[in-house]
DNA sequence: CGCACTTTGTGCATTTCTTCACAAACCCCT
DNA sequence: AGGGGTTTGTGAAGAAATGCACAAAGTGCG
């Protein structure tokens, strides 16, 4: 984590990294008809425990009921407020390399108001081809194109070495919020929101769990 | 996290994160032919703080000189070595959605001793399809191909209301690294290592730091 | 040869995160 | 209406991670 810092109201970041893992728990007992759980059911369903679970909901200010647990429609709405997903997310993919087009084409990018609205890349060779409903863009329409769709996630799919310069024609162009597939640390202003995913590094951190010296371990966001 | 816990040897898993970082970091170094680095110029290009960076080459007894810095060289190899990369891991990917194919030509995935050896797949209709150097196998082949190549590690890129059974397959079959893209908690047996990276959560992450109420902020593995 | 300068390694303080333990709150049964 | 049985919400304890400040250890110049 490089960025800026301080969530504003003092919802700790682990938290926050927790509530969507909740909200899909929350999904999965509604397609099964559940409309109340108790915090060790929710808990179990999500992967944590269920003293974590209320201590995180307690900092969203939300109310179970004592001796009974959760209303599931109720806690629903109120995570999905709470994260701000009750609105239209219109995201842009940069970079339309292997990766890039699957990330174009994820439905789990299509789910809770994300939307792929805009696709970039460098490559002249590939620009106006068609991938799922949109066409590739060239880099040089990326400003005018992320202001006229008011795009507000940048998701970069990029080779390491043109990921700085992909994101800091994201930031010009308005966009405050990236997810960066490139692995590089990035260097953002202030105000500029960032999420990073690293395969290599996972496959370097799971390399270590298993090597043998070391016995069964689980490291980090395992779940 | 929800597996086991305990890395034997005691090594923060915090700083296990980090390792692969510096390492890459460090690569970065070497192509340019730089031979020695101070922990602040290694820390500016991995993201970190200097004091952090330190601190977590504490952990491996790994050893720079004072008043010069690390050698670039040797450092490379101690990391290499503590994260054990100094030999071949074999790959599996299941599910061969997008998602799937993507991750098996992924470049990133052949760096560094990680090579897919094996893909697999549920659906009649695209078994025997070729991707990439590998054929798409069936689930039924999975255990015994796992056991004939030494799959060390199994990337789960499947729905994910087969991710369990997957998992179950993979284990069964004697994988004890497991890298995870569906978006469910998985249950697994003591020993067996669990990396999760869900690209939904992601982005409600940056959609909750995104919100207008809350200023700048930046939550977890920004970078 | 010694002194000034640089940069690492680390004990300690601080902050953040997790877990425990229990009182408060609510339902339901009689 | 009251009491037993649950399950939440939370203060406080404990653990982990981070950042600070400085001593230790090396280089190189005079």
Redo the contacts with the bound molecule.
């Keep these: 984590m490089v960025g800026t810092l301080?969530p504003r109201r003092d919802i700790?970041?682990?938290?926050v990294s927790r509530l969507p893992v909740y909200l899909r728990a929350l999904h999965e007992f509604a397609t099964r008809d559940v409309t109340r759980?108790?915090?060790?059911e929710l808990a179990a369903q999500a992967g944590?425990?269920?003293?974590?679970l209320?201590?995180d909901?307690?900092h969203l200010g939300?109310?179970?009921?004592?001796?009974?647990?959760?209303d599931v429609g109720r806690l629903t709405a109120e995570l999905t407020n709470a994260l701000g997903l009750n609105r239209s997310w219109p995201v842009a993919v940069v970079g339309m390399g292997n990766l890039g087009r699957a990330l174009a084409a994820y439905s789990g990018f299509a789910t809770e108001g994300f939307h792929v609205e805009a696709l970039f890349d460098h490559d002249p060779s590939v620009i106006g081809d068609l991938v799922g409903r949109h066409r590739i863009a060239s880099m040089g329409e990326l400003t005018d194109v992320v202001a006229r769709l008011g795009i507000a996630i940048g998701v970069i799919a990029t080779p390491a070495n043109s990921a700085q310069d992909v994101a800091d024609a994201l930031v010009g162009a308005g966009v405050r919020a990236i997810l960066n597939f490139a692995p590089v640390a990035l260097a953002l202003p202030e105000g500029v929101a960032c999420r990073s995913v690293d395969l290599a590094t996972e496959l370097h951190v799971l390399a270590f769990l298993r090597q043998p010296e070391r016995v069964g371990a689980d490291v980090g966001r395992g779940q």
């Design positions: 301080a700790p970041s682990a938290t759980v108790s915090s060790e944590v425990r269920p003293t974590q209320r201590k909901l307690s939300s109310h179970g009921v004592r001796g009974v647990g959760y």
